[in-house]
């Protein structure tokens, strides 16, 4: 079969041929009809990732038709379309991730192949208002914040719900999800252009965070956050606190613009604010994102599609985060 395969450190992407998967009892074969990329597949490139081998196929995300199973058992999946749930070894407890988890696309080979071996356990039907491209652009992003808003952030309907530098496939997510629960969606953003279309999809306002005054901004705007969902921190991290109502949560995964700057405590317990981390999510959470993503049809939002073959172009992409929205390969 033909992957996108990467060979070493500071190599680009080559899309080669390569042995097709061998399967074992539980594990299915996906051919693949679309993958997305997310930010781990970017940081993996350029050799900033936990855990890097060589040669690796990347991709967590991926939609495809299941055309072989290791199983009997598992025979009523040949023929179906599937999306894939990248979080393997999740564990018993659903508070936090076992110390056996992993993500599709690292250690495993990925979803940027013709074909994909994956455990059968963690398929799950497509989405039947989708495409492929854009049921592909589902998996990591749309179970990350998933989770924390609502599994982490218990964000219900009303609450108002900021999400700090919309634009990625997290940041257009998060919207799309606390939108379709009720929520009022207020977002930060560098460009005005990526502002504007967040409040296109629905969000209520939003602020450039490069003006000084982003924050009093914001306050003026809504008054105060029941949620924040934060996947950059960085010195701007700061001024969240401020901005939650009494009882508020901040949800934090990533770290894009550095670590948490000093706080003042003070503020946190005399508010009964609380600060939340979170990563991926369970196989509940997993299930609960798609009855969400079906009932209130949400539609993707893919910021270009490129051939399988163009890998390296849509990595190079994410570099400068200049995407709104999904980055899709079309196997």
């Known amino acids: 079969m033909k992957a996108i395969v990467l060979e070493g ?10 042995d097709k998967p061998t399967l074992a009892p539980g594990e299915a074969l996906v051919q693949i009809k679309a993958a997305a990329l997310n930010r781990r597949d970017y940081w993996i490139t350029v050799g900033k990732y936990a855990g890097i081998k060589y040669p690796t196929i990347l991709g967590s995300d991926g939609a495809g038709v299941v055309v072989e ?3 009997k058992a598992d025979r009523h999946w040949i023929g179906q379309e599937v999306i894939i749930n990248p979080g393997y070894g999740w564990g018993e407890n659903d508070n936090f ?23 059968a356990r963690h398929l799950h039907h497509k989405p039947a208002h989708l495409d492929w491209e854009h049921a592909a652009a589902i998996p990591l992003a749309a179970l990350t914040t998933y989770r924390a808003l609502f599994t982490k952030g218990k ?20 919207l ?55 996947s950059a921190l960085g010195d701007g991290f700061a001024k969240l606190p401020d901005l939650c109502n009494p009882g508020g949560r901040i949800v934090i995964f ?25 990563m991926m999510g369970s196989p509940d959470d997993f299930k609960a994102m798609l009855e969400l993503v079906n009932k209130h049809k949400i539609i993707p939002v893919i910021d270009e599609v490129f051939p399988l073959a163009n ?9 400068n985060s200049s995407q709104f929205g999904k980055i899709v390969l079309r196997a």
């Open 9 to 18: 450190p500071d190599k680009p992407l080559v899309f080669k041929e390569v």
């Open 69 to 71: 199973v290791g199983d």
């Open 97 to 119: 991730q076992s110390d056996d988890f992993k993500i599709l696309g690292l250690p495993a080979d990925g979803t940027f192949a013709e074909y994909v071996k994956v455990q």
């Open 155 to 174: 964000a219900k309907k009303g609450d108002k719900v900021l999400i700090t530098g919309v634009g990625g496939g997290t940041g257009v997510f998060a």
């Open 176 to 230: 799309q999800l606390a939108k379709a629960a009720g929520c009022h969606v207020f977002v930060t953003s560098g460009s005005g252009d990526k502002i504007e279309r967040a409040r296109q999809l629905g969000a209520s306002a939003g602020v450039n965070y490069k003006a000084q005054d982003w924050a009093e901004q914001l306050l003026q705007l809504a008054g105060g956050f029941d949620v924040i969902i934060d």
């Open 254 to 278: 990533g770290g894009t613009a550095g670590n948490i700057p000093p706080l003042n405590g003070r503020k946190i317990f005399w508010r009964q604010l609380q600060i939340i981390g979170t």
């Open 311 to 319: 890998a390296d172009k849509a990595v190079k992409k994410m570099e």
